[in-house]
């Protein structure tokens, strides 16, 4: 279950982190399940970092303009989603297994569904649990 959680309820190595990463950003909500999770925004785009309870960097997404999906992406998507339209698109980073990809939410026939795909247009999974 997600909890909201004020800033004073947040460890000081998770704030820490976030300081280092994004130095000067103040975190507009803070959540925790398992992990804690900052929502920012920067440079009017939504970022999402999720720390563990030692201030290590789980993720990081960033919200871009769809239309600033790299090619072989859109590619990929009008091939396996042809009747879909994108409602939001964001960058996935993954510090500890340095991977990086793009989470692409996709409006189909009324149905919500979440992709993951790489920037060179290799999909990697679906999520239709929205």
């Given at each position: 279950m997600t909890e909201i959680v004020s800033e004073d309820q947040v460890p000081?190595?998770?704030?820490?982190?976030?300081?280092?990463?994004?130095?000067?950003?103040?975190?507009?909500?803070?959540?925790?399940?398992?992990e804690f999770e900052a929502d920012l925004t920067i440079d009017g785009r939504e970022v999402e970092i999720t720390f563990d309870q030692h201030g290590q960097i789980l993720q990081i997404e960033r919200e871009i303009d769809p239309s600033t999906l790299p090619q072989a992406v859109k590619d990929t998507l009008a091939r396996d989603f042809p009747t879909a339209t994108i409602d939001e698109a964001e960058?996935?980073?993954?510090?500890?297994?340095?991977l990086e990809f793009f989470e692409v939410e996709l409006d189909e026939d009324g149905e919500s569904v979440e992709v993951h795909i790489r920037a060179d247009g290799t999909f990697l999974d679906i999520d239709e649990d929205l």
């Open positions: 000081g190595s998770v704030k820490d982190a976030l300081e280092k990463k994004f130095p000067g950003s103040v975190a507009d909500a803070w959540t925790y399940t398992a960058t996935v980073e993954i510090p500890d297994g340095d």
